[in-house]
């Protein structure tokens, strides 16, 4: 069975601070792994992926995420907050296999403060 | 136009009604989902659909029930709402080379009183 585990309900930062959101994930087959963003009364949204390939992976408004094997994480991170990115972050698995849907975490509120 | 939508967008009802509620999504996905999101439990799913005849179950269908009316349809229906349904779900649809990437409805928030 898989299972996706986000370290932390809630985050808060400052403008210009790292973000660092926490996804450790179990997975008895290799993972497919992303990172998916609701704002504010919106539906969700996928932020980036990791699927094979290159660990590091890119998403959108300067995201990335590293699939980590050895620590079973994909943690997100950027360099620098902005007040847009207030929202709520949700980590999800599915294993590399057609016809199987997405396994989400808990989710993470980031706060970004001025 | 959104790509995905839902309605209603919001609802209030009492426990014992039935209750449907409706997904559309221009598109052109094979596969469609239904979500219920909790706060702090994040997003579960109740039931997905691989086509218009393929309909399976997720990890919290009991309560609940689907109708995949055409390729671009999808509803839910709780038979007999109860308070503990009371929650925000989702609408999602994907491909079926790229099942992982699925593109979500605004979402309808249910009240059940």
């Known amino acids: 069975a898989q299972s996706v585990t986000q370290l932390g309900s809630h985050v808060s930062v400052s403008e210009g601070a790292l973000v660092l959101l926490r996804c450790n994930y179990s997975?008895?087959?290799?993972?497919?792994l992303f990172w998916y963003v609701q704002y504010p009364n919106q539906g969700l949204q996928l932020l980036l992926k990791?699927?094979?390939?290159?660990?590091l992976v890119k998403g959108i408004n300067g995201f990335e995420a590293e699939f980590k094997k050895s620590e079973t994480s994909f943690h997100l991170t950027k360099p620098s907050a902005h007040m847009s990115d207030a929202a709520e972050y949700f980590c999800?698995?599915?294993?590399?296999?057609?016809?199987?849907?997405?396994?989400f975490g808990k989710g993470t509120t980031l706060s970004v403060s001025s | 136009d959104a790509d995905v939508t839902q309605t209603p967008r919001n609802r209030i009802t009492k426990t014992g009604k039935r209750i449907m509620l409706e997904c559309s999504q221009t598109?052109?996905?094979?596969?469609m989902y239904w979500y219920r999101q909790d706060p702090g439990l994040g997003l579960r799913l109740i039931y997905y659909?691989?086509?218009?005849?393929?309909?399976n179950k997720g990890e919290i269908s009991d309560g609940y029930s689907v109708s995949r009316q055409a390729q671009a349809k999808f509803s839910l229906s709780l038979e007999s709402a109860i308070p503990n349904q009371t929650a925000l779900y989702f609408c999602?649809?994907?491909?079926?080379?790229?099942?992982?990437?699925?593109?979500f409805g605004p979402g309808t928030r249910l009240t059940v009183t």
């Open positions: 659909s691989f086509d218009v005849k393929d309909i």
């Open positions: 999800a698995v599915t294993p590399n296999q057609a016809g199987t849907a997405l396994i």
């Open positions: 999602a649809t994907s491909d079926a080379e790229r099942v992982y990437e699925q593109y």
């Open positions: 990791y699927t094979t390939g290159a660990t």
């Open positions: 598109k052109g996905h094979d596969r």
């Open positions: 997975s008895s087959v290799p993972p497919y």
